[in-house]
């Protein structure tokens, strides 16, 4: 939608456009408006936008048609001239579009960079320094003169300490330590992962959250938006690992465990600071007082007390199942954690430990030899070392090449007493490769349950590391991917090898490693789920539970419907350590897979105690599980525990359930559903409310945001911009790959030629809410969120302006009545009035597109491009009372989501009695019945209908000074003409009089507004017919040329069979536009030499 031109552009007050998109290219001045008060970038009028577009200038486009010309008294045109004319008219409309959309596009494209030696890269232009003199957490002084242009570093400086020392976050409780009678609004931040800095997506989460909090709090409602972060097990002790041997050459096992934990409690603590940081800055109202973290003592006490109810209730227990490992980190991994690698076929990976790069994307065909025959079964298989692992041949019971075959043995080739049987099993597909299956049952799913129906024996062939173990034979102590080549070469000595083929495949990698996944059989700790996913199905049906959008409701039920047991231990170091022990009994040899060798306990005293009761005469010692808790499982807890469940506390009684869940749709099973379980299944409610899914936050490209892609966004690099010299740095300064790091590069030079120009955090915050829709991807251009810019800065200049029409001690009147206002007064209160009401709706509905799409146009469209250049000519009490009305009750409606614009210039509106001391606390505008004016709606319609015309009519034909008539037939319409003739004059540059006339005199182009009313334009003798027919004429012969000569390269033997489709299509286009073109200046021409003939 970026790069479009506005409907509104042409029409200002007839209908909002489709979304909100403001132009890159700053906006056209006016004289009338820089006379009044000098502004760096003043408020346009309609006026200005029309001789701005490309459609008003006469240099390229000259003139247009008047709207229509024909004289009331001429004969009508006849069928087949009718026909004709809706064609030409096609055309020309076809033509306009075109040329619209390319003027847009070329509005917002980035200009190229000169191949001249000489000539330096652009860079994004110099943020201007800023020196904020507040002391910290006092209210910024309002009374030094507004500064000439919108700054958002200015702006935004002290604003959020204010704020957050006001106490305007915390939740406001009644005397009697009550909710708001008006009720609760409760949001748990999804808590970032405390690795590093938040990315685009946060900043949209936390976009959409805070402007749900605020609005909420306007409302007065006891509003408690609760910020946090999570310890991230894997995710951070990866990173920490990777510092520590990039900055030391260190490992965590060189430390040790305690030492290590030293090391990620530093980063926790500088990291976790940062991101409370980045949340200030994108202008979250979280009340920072109750941030958690997923291990603080209060949440960590809820953790224990979850495993331990649960596992005492038999529904957490220990068994040995296929899990995901990886082996670089030494620890089984969620799927949310694995990364599925697509490749079309042979393909070389960098994999971590590895010097060399391991092939994958091929299928190797090899021979077992089948014992006591000369047969042999040929099978297939994308990862040839795991034949180590090989229990069994698998083919389909109807397959009649081999149904001799089946209960006969194949010899291993390398390990000599291993006799594979050959087993009959429905799952081979008779037509895929040879028909015979290799079966691995210890390292694949699919292996895995042919296993258990066969009761093959399941070898593990991998240790913790990736090397092969005793199992593997000859090949015992080699890592996994070197014995994929040497088991190859193997297999080629005893010539039982027969092919290699491309394989498209998909290759599932850790997502913090790199490393590829090994399914492994591994003893875990798991969840049943069953009966806790049923609740959270029925939440959902049953509409105790809102999942928006559909979409993600649908996933919801695929996803639960099919869930499995989760498995929730991790073998990691940093995360909540699991509350179990293993009970050793004083000279007896246990297995340490039995479950009744395993208790669990808040405490080792607690455990000690239940580990009495199942061996009450035995000695024994407890060992507690040096294993931690899947980070999803405390995460799980979260819109309870940070209240203190266990406890029963206040906090919880007055908070929770929560109100909504915002979050990503990608999350939605791992995170959300698990919340939903845990949260009835451990305090019998459903967590929250609602559950609204946003969409993901992708490049301006549609691809996803990857660090070797370079492509990843700080949002305080948009917020405060950044060069590309300085992003480039911070490439060389990360954990990324060496490898990567030059692609990276590249990328940010693609996509950041000039770097990030600096956009402010109001800006950011409207285009992502902008941007959110019920779709799954968000395709973010830095270039619209630098247009939003220019829309603060529309609402800067908007607001100047009107401070200079409003005494400093304006008071709005007592008495003050719509009934008496003039009809463009009643007209601006009556759009206020549905922007109000439609901006309501849609964030009750969580529709943040159409939201800010109301926002915009109020604004943009309504108050500053016509009233605000009506107030110019208004000067009685009534309209400065609107004015400041619009002004008060506008920054109000736009605060949700853009908080410090609108704070900094509310604080500038002349202070009314008993007004709050801050926006943010200021009551949220409602509709008003007395407000509602459709009658004034249509009258002023017509008024801006017949500027549209002149202006129209004006650019036409060249007349800089305008007399205009009006004919109109009934009296209330002359009435309405006549009473906002003033009011044209401010919207129309250079209109001298307007005469309200029964018939429009000669010599005048003639504009029909409707049957009963219409403009004319004095013109005869003021164009110079026969010069401006002469300049068209040279236009039209220089576009008559250029259609000739590509019509002719179309008319070349073979151009239909020799010339590309999409070529064909292109010049056929252009030869349209072409036509088109041409047409338009010929009715230019025959519209002025209508003048000489009157």
Same mark, same amino acid.
């Given at each position: 939608?970026?790069?479009?031109?506005?409907?509104?552009?042409?029409?200002?007050?007839? =209908?909002?456009?489709?979304?909100?998109?403001?132009?890159?290219?700053?906006?056209?001045?006016?004289?009338?408006?820089?006379?009044?008060?000098?502004? !760096?970038?003043?408020?346009?009028?309609?006026?200005?936008?029309?001789?701005?577009?490309?459609?008003?200038?006469?240099?390229?486009?000259?003139?247009?048609?008047?709207?229509?010309?024909?004289?009331?008294?001429?004969?009508?045109?006849? $069928?087949?001239? *009718?026909?004709?004319?809706?064609?030409?008219?096609?055309?020309?409309? $076809?033509?306009?579009?075109?040329?619209?959309?390319?003027?847009?596009?070329?509005?917002?494209?980035?200009?190229?960079? =000169?191949?001249?030696?000489?000539?330096?890269?652009?860079?994004?232009?110099?943020?201007?320094?800023?020196?904020?003199?507040?002391?910290?957490?006092?209210?910024?002084?309002?009374?030094?003169?507004?500064?000439?242009?919108?700054?958002?570093?200015?702006?935004?400086?002290?604003?959020?300490?204010?704020?957050?020392?006001?106490?305007?976050?915390?939740?406001?409780?009644? =005397?009697?330590?009550?909710?708001?009678?008006?009720?609760?609004?409760?949001?748990?931040?999804?808590?970032?992962?405390?690795?590093?800095?938040?990315?685009?997506?946060?900043?949209?989460?936390?976009?959409?959250?805070?402007?749900?909090?605020?609005?909420?709090?306007?409302?007065?409602?006891?509003?408690?938006?609760?910020?946090?972060?999570?310890?991230?097990?894997?995710?951070?002790?990866?990173?920490?690992?990777?510092?520590?041997?990039?900055?030391?050459?260190? &490992?965590?096992?060189?430390?040790?465990?305690?030492?290590?934990?030293?090391?990620?409690?530093?980063?926790?603590?500088?990291?976790?600071?940062?991101?409370? &940081?980045?949340?200030?800055?994108?202008?979250?109202?979280?009340?920072?007082? %109750?941030?958690?973290?997923?291990?603080?003592?209060?949440?960590?006490?809820?953790?224990?007390?979850?495993?331990?109810?649960?596992?005492?209730?038999?529904?957490?227990?220990?068994?040995?199942?296929?899990?995901?490992?990886?082996?670089?980190?030494?620890?089984?991994?969620?799927?949310?954690?694995?990364?599925?690698?697509?490749?079309?076929?042979?393909?070389?990976?960098?994999?971590?430990?590895?010097?060399?790069?391991?092939?994958?994307?091929?299928?190797?065909?090899?021979?077992?030899?089948?014992?006591? &025959?000369?047969?042999?079964?040929?099978? *297939?298989?994308?990862?040839?070392?795991?034949?180590?692992?090989?229990?069994?041949?698998?083919?389909?019971?109807?397959?009649?090449?081999?149904?001799?075959?089946?209960?006969?043995?194949?010899?291993?080739?390398?390990?000599?007493?291993?006799?594979?049987?050959?087993?009959?099993?429905?799952?081979?597909?008779?037509?895929?490769?040879?028909? *015979?299956?290799?079966?691995?049952?210890?390292?694949?799913?699919?292996?895995?349950?042919?296993?258990?129906?066969?009761?093959?024996?399941?070898?593990?062939?991998?240790?913790?590391?990736?090397?092969?173990?005793?199992?593997?034979?000859?090949?015992?102590?080699?890592?996994?991917?070197?014995?994929?080549?040497?088991?190859?070469?193997?297999? $080629?000595?005893?010539?039982?090898?027969?092919?290699?083929?491309?394989?498209?495949?998909?290759?599932?990698?850790?997502?913090?490693?790199?490393?590829?996944?090994?399914?492994?059989?591994?003893?875990?700790?798991?969840?049943?789920?069953?009966?806790?996913?049923?609740?959270?199905?029925?939440?959902?049906?049953?509409?105790?539970?809102?999942?928006?959008?559909?979409?993600?409701?649908?996933?919801?039920?695929?996803?639960?419907?099919?869930?499995?047991?989760?498995?929730?231990?991790?073998?990691?170091?940093?995360?909540?350590?699991?509350?179990?022990?293993?009970?050793?009994?004083?000279?007896?040899?246990?297995?340490?897979?039995?479950?009744?060798?395993?208790?669990?306990?808040?405490?080792?005293?607690?455990?000690?105690?239940?580990?009495?009761?199942?061996?009450?005469?035995?000695?024994?010692?407890?060992?507690?599980?040096?294993?931690?808790?899947?980070?999803?499982?405390?995460?799980?807890?979260?819109?309870?525990?940070?209240?203190?469940?266990?406890?029963? &506390?206040?906090?919880?009684?007055?908070?929770?359930?929560?109100?909504?869940?915002?979050?990503?749709?990608?999350?939605?099973?791992?995170?959300?559903?698990?919340?939903?379980?845990?949260?009835?299944?451990?305090?019998?409610?459903?967590?929250?409310?609602?559950?609204?899914?946003?969409?993901?936050?992708?490049?301006?490209?549609?691809?996803?945001?990857?660090?070797?892609?370079?492509?990843?966004?700080?949002?305080?690099?948009?917020?405060?911009?950044?060069?590309?010299?300085?992003?480039?740095?911070?490439?060389?300064?990360?954990?990324?790959?060496?490898?990567?790091?030059?692609?990276?590069?590249?990328?940010?030079?693609?996509?950041?030629?000039?770097?990030?120009?600096?956009?402010?955090?109001?800006?950011?915050?409207?285009?992502?809410?902008?941007?959110?829709?019920?779709?799954?991807?968000?395709?973010?251009?830095?270039?619209?969120?630098?247009?939003?810019?220019?829309?603060?800065?529309?609402?800067?200049?908007?607001?100047?302006?009107?401070?200079?029409?409003?005494?400093?001690?304006?008071?709005?009147?007592?008495?003050?009545?719509?009934?008496?206002?003039?009809?463009?007064?009643?007209?601006?209160?009556?759009?206020?009035?549905?922007?109000?009401?439609?901006?309501?709706?849609?964030?009750?509905?969580?529709?943040?597109?159409?939201?800010?799409?109301?926002?915009?146009?109020?604004?943009?469209?309504? @108050?500053?491009?016509?009233?605000?250049?009506?107030?110019?000519?208004?000067?009685?009490?009534?309209?400065?009372?609107?004015?400041?009305?619009?002004?008060?009750?506008?920054?109000?409606?736009?605060?949700?989501?853009?908080?410090?614009?609108?704070?900094?210039?509310?604080?500038?509106?002349?202070?009314?009695?008993?007004?709050?001391?801050?926006?943010?606390?200021?009551?949220?505008?409602?509709?008003?019945?007395?407000?509602?004016?459709? *009658?004034?709606?249509?009258?002023?319609?017509?008024?801006?209908?017949?500027?549209?015309?002149?202006?129209?009519?004006?650019?036409?034909?060249?007349?800089?000074?305008?007399?205009?008539?009006?004919?109109?037939?009934?009296?209330?319409?002359?009435?309405?003409?006549?009473?906002?003739?003033?009011?044209?004059?401010?919207?129309?540059?250079?209109?001298?009089?307007?005469?309200?006339?029964?018939?429009?005199?000669?010599?005048?182009?003639?504009?029909?507004?409707?049957?009963?009313?219409?403009?004319? @334009?004095?013109? =005869?003798?003021?164009?110079?017919?026969?010069?401006?027919?002469?300049?068209?004429?040279?236009? %039209?012969?220089?576009?008559?040329? !250029?259609?000739?000569?590509?019509?002719?390269?179309?008319?070349?033997?073979?151009?239909?069979?020799?010339?590309?489709?999409?070529? %064909?299509?292109?010049?056929?286009?252009?030869?349209?536009?072409?036509?088109?073109?041409?047409?338009?200046?010929?009715?230019?021409?025959?519209?002025?030499?209508?003048?000489?003939?009157?």
């Amino acid at each position: 939608m970026a790069g479009k031109t506005p409907k509104a552009a042409t029409q200002p007050a007839r =209908k909002a456009a489709p979304a909100p998109a403001p132009s890159v290219p700053a906006t056209t001045t006016t004289a009338a408006c820089t006379a009044s008060v000098p502004v !760096a970038e003043p408020v346009s009028t309609p006026a200005a936008v029309a001789a701005a577009s490309p459609a008003a200038k006469k240099a390229d486009l000259l003139p247009l048609p008047p709207v229509p010309t024909r004289p009331s008294g001429r004969a009508e045109l006849s $069928k087949n001239q *009718a026909k004709n004319e809706a064609k030409k008219k096609a055309k020309l409309e $076809k033509f306009l579009a075109k040329q619209a959309a390319q003027a847009a596009k070329a509005a917002t494209a980035v200009p190229k960079e =000169k191949k001249e030696k000489t000539a330096p890269a652009p860079k994004a232009p110099e943020p201007v320094a800023v020196v904020d003199t507040t002391p910290a957490g006092a209210k910024k002084d309002m009374s030094t003169p507004m500064a000439n242009a919108y700054n958002p570093k200015a702006v935004e400086a002290a604003w959020g300490a204010w704020w957050e020392k006001q106490g305007y976050f915390h939740p406001k409780l009644e =005397k009697d330590g009550k909710a708001s009678p008006k009720g609760t609004y409760v949001i748990p931040i999804p808590p970032p992962n405390v690795t590093g800095s938040l990315h685009l997506g946060h900043a949209l989460t936390v976009s959409i959250q805070d402007a749900m909090a605020r609005w909420n709090r306007m409302q007065g409602k006891t509003v408690l938006y609760n910020p946090g972060c999570d310890h991230a097990g894997i995710a951070t002790q990866s990173v920490v690992e990777k510092r520590l041997w990039k900055e030391s050459k260190t &490992t965590r096992h060189a430390l040790g465990r305690d030492k290590f934990l030293e090391k990620v409690w530093e980063w926790k603590n500088m990291y976790g600071n940062r991101i409370y &940081t980045q949340l200030r800055r994108i202008g979250s109202s979280g009340d920072m007082d %109750r941030a958690c973290f997923t291990m603080d003592p209060k949440l960590s006490k809820a953790v224990n007390e979850a495993f331990v109810r649960l596992h005492q209730e038999g529904i957490i227990y220990r068994a040995t199942r296929l899990v995901n490992w990886c082996s670089h980190l030494n620890t089984a991994l969620s799927n949310l954690e694995v990364e599925n690698k697509e490749l079309k076929g042979r393909t070389l990976l960098s994999l971590p430990g590895y010097d060399r790069k391991v092939e994958f994307g091929v299928i190797i065909s090899f021979a077992y030899p089948i014992i006591g &025959t000369n047969e042999e079964l040929v099978v *297939a298989t994308t990862r040839i070392e795991t034949m180590l692992g090989d229990t069994a041949i698998a083919v389909n019971p109807k397959d009649k090449r081999y149904a001799h075959l089946v209960g006969k043995f194949a010899a291993h080739p390398f390990i000599t007493d291993r006799k594979i049987p050959i087993v009959a099993d429905d799952y081979v597909d008779m037509a895929f490769g040879t028909g *015979a299956v290799k079966i691995t049952p210890a390292h694949d799913p699919n292996d895995h349950d042919i296993g258990k129906r066969h009761g093959l024996e399941f070898i593990n062939i991998l240790n913790d590391d990736g090397t092969l173990n005793e199992n593997a034979g000859p090949f015992a102590g080699q890592k996994r991917f070197d014995a994929r080549y040497t088991v190859l070469d193997a297999l $080629k000595q005893k010539s039982l090898y027969r092919e290699t083929k491309d394989n498209p495949m998909v290759v599932p990698t850790c997502s913090r490693s790199g490393d590829v996944i090994e399914p492994r059989l591994k003893p875990q700790w798991w969840v049943n789920c069953k009966d806790m996913a049923a609740a959270a199905l029925e939440a959902v049906r049953s509409g105790e539970l809102e999942i928006t959008p559909k979409a993600s409701e649908k996933e919801w039920f695929r996803w639960l419907e099919n869930i499995q047991d989760w498995c929730i231990s991790r073998q990691l170091w940093w995360g909540h350590r699991i509350p179990a022990y293993l009970i050793r009994i004083a000279g007896q040899a246990i297995d340490e897979n039995d479950e009744k060798y395993w208790v669990s306990g808040r405490s080792e005293a607690e455990a000690t105690v239940e580990a009495k009761k199942r061996f009450p005469n035995a000695k024994f010692t407890l060992e507690q599980d040096p294993d931690v808790l899947d980070t999803w499982f405390s995460s799980g807890l979260w819109p309870f525990s940070i209240f203190g469940w266990p406890d029963n &506390t206040k906090d919880l009684e007055l908070f929770y359930p929560t109100s909504l869940l915002e979050t990503g749709w990608d999350i939605l099973f791992f995170w959300v559903a698990r919340m939903v379980m845990l949260g009835i299944k451990l305090t019998g409610k459903v967590p929250f409310k609602k559950v609204f899914c946003h969409a993901m936050v992708r490049d301006a490209h549609g691809r996803k945001m990857s660090k070797s892609l370079g492509n990843v966004i700080d949002p305080l690099d948009v917020i405060e911009g950044i060069t590309l010299q300085a992003l480039q740095a911070r490439l060389d300064e990360g954990n990324l790959d060496p490898r990567e790091v030059e692609k990276a590069k590249a990328g940010q030079k693609q996509d950041f030629p000039r770097g990030i120009p600096e956009c402010g955090t109001d800006a950011l915050r409207f285009a992502l809410c902008a941007y959110t829709s019920t779709g799954r991807d968000i395709n973010l251009d830095i270039l619209r969120v630098e247009g939003y810019r220019k829309f603060c800065n529309k609402l800067w200049n908007a607001t100047r302006f009107a401070l200079s029409k409003l005494p400093a001690d304006f008071k709005m009147p007592a008495n003050w009545s719509v009934k008496d206002l003039s009809l463009v007064e009643q007209w601006i209160l009556a759009k206020l009035n549905k922007a109000i009401t439609e901006v309501n709706a849609q964030l009750e509905a969580m529709n943040f597109m159409n939201t800010t799409t109301a926002m915009h146009q109020f604004w943009l469209y309504e @108050l500053c491009d016509v009233f605000l250049e009506a107030c110019k000519v208004l000067t009685t009490e009534s309209s400065r009372a609107t004015l400041y009305t619009c002004l008060d009750l506008g920054l109000r409606m736009l605060h949700p989501i853009m908080p410090f614009v609108t704070e900094e210039l509310w604080q500038r509106l002349p202070r009314q009695k008993d007004q709050p001391e801050s926006i943010v606390i200021a009551a949220y505008p409602e509709a008003r019945a007395d407000w509602a004016n459709e *009658a004034a709606e249509r009258a002023f319609e017509q008024v801006l209908d017949a500027v549209k015309a002149v202006r129209s009519l004006m650019t036409e034909y060249s007349v800089a000074n305008a007399a205009v008539y009006i004919r109109a037939t009934e009296a209330a319409t002359q009435a309405q003409f006549r009473g906002s003739a003033n009011v044209m004059g401010a919207l129309i540059k250079g209109l001298q009089t307007v005469e309200v006339v029964a018939t429009i005199p000669a010599g005048c182009a003639v504009a029909n507004l409707s049957e009963q009313a219409a403009v004319g @334009l004095m013109v =005869k003798g003021h164009v110079d017919v026969d010069a401006e027919v002469a300049k068209i004429a040279a236009k %039209r012969a220089k576009t008559e040329a !250029a259609a000739k000569a590509l019509r002719a390269k179309t008319q070349v033997e073979g151009y239909e069979t020799k010339v590309k489709a999409d070529v %064909r299509e292109a010049t056929a286009s252009k030869l349209a536009s072409l036509d088109a073109e041409i047409e338009l200046l010929s009715k230019a021409i025959d519209n002025f030499l209508k003048l000489k003939d009157e």
